[in-house]
Nanobody, 115 residues
């Protein structure tokens, strides 16, 4: 059973930084971490950043050059570097991975931006 495991969330002050990580456990070669999404309770899940099959990086409009998605293909681990965090970035951040056309999701990691 493959699971995606996120880490790196936590409490940070406005203007601070966090680095999220996502890696599969189980059959680690079968699922490729591909994107980050976030969700506030009561709202829809929204795209934060994704790596397209062609290797292009696509970001949500709210990111505005503050976040950077990356992936270490050798380790099959994906990262999200988040800088200049704002209170409105507070959410649960989810990792999404693909195996062909099948999607896999992690349990999420809480990011709270507050003074």
């Amino acid at each position: 059973q493959v699971q995606l495991v996120e880490s790196g969330g936590g409490l940070v002050q406005p203007g601070g930084s966090l680095r999220l990580s996502c890696a599969p456990s189980g059959n680690i070669q079968s699922v490729r971490p591909t994107g980050w999404y976030r969700q506030v309770p009561g709202d829809q899940r929204e795209l934060v950043a994704i790596i397209t099959p062609g290797g292009r990086y696509v970001y949500g409009n709210f990111v505005k050059a503050r976040f950077t998605i990356s992936r270490d293909n050798a380790e099959n681990t994906m990262y999200l570097q988040m800088n200049l965090l704002k209170p409105e970035d507070t959410a649960i951040y989810y990792c999404m991975g693909l195996n062909g056309q099948s999607q896999y999701w992690g349990q999420g990691t809480q990011v709270t931006v507050s003074s």
